[in-house]
């Protein structure tokens, strides 16, 4: 069974740092592409950013230059590290498989929350 499970949301004011971890179980990690994604109430869940079994990183347009995405096969863990944060990047965060929010949305994790607010 796929599994992953998110940690490392909270509460942090604008401008602010967070660094999320999503460990992974139940999946040959090092061969697949893993995905960042979130979902804010009211809003469509979106793709954040993915990284590629070749270390290929991508960024949605409203977080590139802002979030870093990283990976450790030997950890079967991926991380997003979050800076200049923004009230507008207030949502749950999840992991799973892939590069599209489309693609398996049944694989994410719980999620974790991030709250971005002063």
């Known amino acids: 069974q796929v599994q992953f499970v998110e940690s490392g949301g909270g509460l942090v004011q604008p401008g602010g740092s967070l660094r999320l971890s999503c460990a992974s179980s139940g999946i040959a990690f090092e061969h697949y592409a893993i995905g960042w994604f979130r979902q804010a109430p009211g809003k469509p869940r979106e793709t954040v950013s993915c990284i590629t079994s070749d270390f290929s990183a991508e960024y949605a347009s409203s977080v590139k230059g802002r979030f870093t995405i990283t990976r450790d096969n030997s950890k079967n863990t991926i991380y997003l590290q979050m800076n200049s944060l923004k009230p507008e990047d207030t949502a749950v965060y999840f992991c799973?498989?892939?590069?599209?929010?489309?693609?398996?949305?049944?694989?994410w994790g719980p999620g974790t929350q991030v709250t971005v607010s002063s």
């Open positions: 799973g498989l892939g590069c599209s929010e489309f693609l398996a949305p049944n694989s």
